[in-house]
Every structure is written in structure tokens, then in C-alpha cells.
């Protein structure tokens, strides 16, 4: 018989919420009882799981000691004040915020990539309970860099991103579409989420700026892909806002410290997990963010040499931000702590 799960989703009305509640069901996630929190203004709205009602609880309110994972996205400070009152309570916390991500203590894993790095932390007895989640854009880059980098060390990395508006929540993608309405009703433009005009433009710049010029966005995908990935490589990113509702999308420029050429590349990525490559240089023969909403693997086109310097590669990598660069990693990591650590998982 299937060993059962008492699952908490945190933050369950947001954007990143509801996408984990519906991958739990589409992936038919062994579910003994689901529990759904959020801030107390959310309480008593019902989400519909497996043909059921579940009724949404105060956060503030909950008892974590009868959950086993769970899953966190209500953003970091509300992270930061419950996930280790839950971790202490018992629950194996899998946290989407950014707040844990750089603690030394707390691995910040990518299935695909890096799933090994939680068999040291299961074996820590005085571990803090607690995994972290990359950010979005990093996730799908590591993802296609990951084996790359098996096959050619990468010194350096170059990534211009193309990120939609779900990456800022409901809100975000509220504010394009009423931009939009307002732009073709002739009506006053409202800026809320975004710094600028989100409608029909694109803004380089997301998160706060830091004091060596980045914005914390483009901080993350640094220190993150060093994390994960190897501190070796040198990383330059520059993240900029789209007028995209759903999916991220990639400019990667990769410097090798050995040879790789487009096919042996072509090749490599087309047989790793999690990867689509979807490239023909023809015509509608690349992957935009469009085809990629609702989809579960990161996608690659425009595989080609870059001969402006040696041992370089030009890749495009697009994912559903949602899925992929949160929800879906998020269970995925679930799902492997159930598959190699259940033991560790308290009930």
C-alpha cells in the first residue's frame, strides 16, 4: 500500500499556490489530507482538489506539527516568521521565497541537477528542516546548463532574460491586462507593481537595486547558479521585465573552457531529463513563451557556436515560470524526498 502524506500548501490563493495545489493533482501526489493556508483575509474561500472542496485556514492559526511537507510561497517575510516554526513542529519545509536560499544550511536544489546535494543534508541530525527553492530564472537555466557542464566546464555565463509578469504575482499580471484595456479604451495608465509601463513595453528592472549596480533579481541568478551549479563560474546577468503573462525566456551566452560544438550541444541537451529541444532554423522552428504555458519541461532553441570568442555558445531557454521555475520544482523536490528519504519524514 502507498505510504500517504499530510501536505501543507502556504500561501495557497496566490499565483504559485494554486499552480501547486493543481500540479499535486495532475501528478496525483500520494495525499493523505491537504491542507491549505493563507493570511487571514483568505480564510474560508474554498479550492477545489480531487473533486473536493478545501477550505482555506489562517495561517497564523495553524498547527504544523500534524503535517509532514510543507509547501511555502507566501513570500519571505511571512516565510521567514513560519517556516521554521513549522520546521521545529516536524514538517519538512520546501520553500519557494527567496529568503533561504543562500543559508549555508539550507540546500537550494533543482531536481534535475542537483538532487544528490540532499543526501547530506537528510544525514545531518540536526538539520534545520528546511529546503529552499531557486528563483525562476535560475532554475531553467541550470537545468539546460547542467549537463553542458558535465560534458565542457563553463567559465562563464551571460544571460539576458525575458521574464513574464506572473513572476510578480496575480498582481502583475493584473496590471498588464488593465494596462492593455486602458491603452485601447484611451484611458489613464495606473503603475501599482511596476516601476513603469509594463503594457507593450518592457522595464530592466526587477527586484530592488544593490549597491554594485544589480538588481536583486540579477543577484540571485549569480549567486544562485553558484550555489547549485559550481561557484567556479563566472555569471553576468541582466533581468528584464516582459509583457508576457506566462513564461520566462533566456539569452544565454556560455564560454567553455574546452571545445563544444552546436551538434555534440544539439545532442547533449536533447537526451537530459527535463529538456526540450526545439530548434530548426526555419521559420516558427524556436520556442516562445506562449507554447510553454502549462508545460512541465524547460525548452531550448537557437543552438548555435558563437564565434565572436572561443569555446562559446549562443542557447534560448524558455520555461512556465509558474511550473517548472516554481510550483512544479517545488513538488518535484517533494517527490523526491518521498522516493529516497521517506524515513526521514516525520509522521
Known amino acids: 500500500m502507498t505510504q500517504k ?24 501526489f500520494p495525499v493523505e489530507n491537504l491542507y491549505l493556508l493563507a493570511s487571514s483575509k483568505s480564510k474560508g474561500k474554498k479550492i477545489d482538489f480531487k473533486e473536493k472542496e478545501i477550505i482555506v485556514e489562517d495561517l497564523a492559526e495553524f498547527d504544523f506539527s500534524k ?41 537550494l536544489i533543482v531536481p534535475e541537477v542537483n538532487a544528490d546535494e540532499l543526501e547530506q543534508f537528510f544525514q545531518d541530525e540536526n538539520r534545520t528542516n528546511i529546503i529552499s527553492n531557486p528563483n525562476c530564472s535560475t532554475i531553467q537555466m541550470v537545468v539546460a546548463l547542467k549537463p553542458l557542464h558535465e560534458m565542457s566546464i563553463i567559465n562563464r555565463v551571460v544571460v539576458s532574460t525575458y521574464q513574464a509578469v506572473s513572476g510578480a504575482g496575480n498582481t502583475g499580471m493584473d496590471e498588464l491586462y488593465k494596462q492593455t484595456q ?136 524558455v520555461s512556465d515560470n509558474l511550473r517548472k521555475g516554481a510550483a512544479l520544482n517545488a513538488v518535484q523536490i517533494a517527490e523526491l524526498v518521498i522516493s529516497r528519504h521517506s524515513n526521514k519524514i516525520s509522521y
Open 182 to 317: 486602458n491603452i485601447y479604451n484611451n484611458k489613464e495608465l495606473i503603475k501599482q507593481k511596476f516601476t513603469k509601463q509594463i503594457a507593450f513595453n518592457v522595464i530592466p528592472h526587477i527586484g530592488s537595486f544593490l549597491e554594485n549596480g544589480n538588481t536583486e533579481e540579477e543577484q540571485k541568478m549569480i549567486d544562485e547558479t553558484k550555489k547549485i551549479l559550481d561557484e567556479g563560474i563566472k555569471v553576468s546577468a541582466t533581468c528584464v521585465r516582459a509583457a508576457v503573462l506566462i513564461g520566462h525566456s533566456e539569452a544565454i551566452n556560455i564560454e567553455f573552457d574546452s571545445p563544444l560544438d552546436e551538434k555534440d550541444a544539439h545532442e547533449i541537451l536533447s537526451k537530459s531529463h527535463g529538456i526540450s529541444v526545439i530548434d530548426y532554423r526555419r521559420d516558427e522552428g524556436y520556442v516562445t513563451p506562449v507554447e510553454t504555458a502549462g508545460e512541465d519541461k524547460v525548452f531550448i532553441s537557437r543552438i548555435r557556436n558563437d564565434e565572436s570568442i572561443d569555446n562559446g555558445l549562443n542557447i534560448w531557454v
Open 5 to 28: 502524506y499530510n501536505i501543507a500548501v502556504v500561501g495557497a490563493t496566490g499565483a504559485v499556490g494554486t499552480e501547486i495545489v493543481q500540479i499535486l493533482e495532475q501528478r496525483d
Open 67 to 107: 503535517v509532514n511537507i510543507g509547501l511555502f510561497s507566501p513570500g519571505g517575510k511571512i516565510s521567514e516568521e513560519y517556516a521554521p516554526k513549522a520546521a521545529k513542529a516536524g514538517c519538512l519545509v520546501i520553500d519557494n521565497t527567496s529568503h533561504f536560499r543562500m543559508h549555508k544550511n539550507v540546500p
